[in-house]
Nanobody, 126 residues
Framework: QVQLVESGGGVVQAGDSLRLSCLAS????????VGWVRQAPGKEREYVAA????????YYEGSVKDRFTMSRDKAENTLFLQMNNLKPEDTAVYYC???????????????????WGQGTQVSVSS
């Protein structure tokens, strides 16, 4: 089992920045991809970004690629998502997720992550 706990969400204005954190515990993450998925009100969950934990390979959804940066602290088992130039359309609950497949796989199989966190709310006002 992998437990995931997100933090760092909040209410900001358009153009502001936030950094989300995801603390993982349980199994070693060396064979996992860990990523971020968001869900806006009334919409399906949307893939945001993912990282292959051991190799560091990253994958980003197109609309966030130039604004969001993902990183990890392997020693602390923590994943980060630095979000810059936030837009109202970024408003959503952001979930941390982990799974054994590649980040590319989850881009088209977003509902098949093995583990999920409880989510953290990000609200961006215009």
């Amino acid at each position: 089992q992998v437990q995931l706990v997100e933090s760092g969400g909040g209410v900001v204005q358009a153009g502001d920045s936030l950094r989300l954190s995801c603390l993982a515990s349980g199994r070693t993450l060396s064979r996992y991809t860990v990523g971020w998925v968001r869900q806006a009100p009334g919409k399906e969950r949307e893939y945001v970004a993912a990282i292959r934990w051991s190799a560091g390979s990253t994958y980003y959804e197109g609309s966030v690629k130039d604004r969001f940066t993902m990183s990890r602290d392997k020693a602390e088992n923590t994943l980060f998502l630095q979000m810059n130039n936030l837009k109202p359309e970024d408003t959503a609950v952001y979930y941390c997720a982990a799974g054994i497949h590649s980040g590319d796989y989850y881009h088209t199989h977003n509902d098949q992550w093995d583990y999920w966190g409880q989510g953290t709310q990000v609200s961006v006002s215009s």
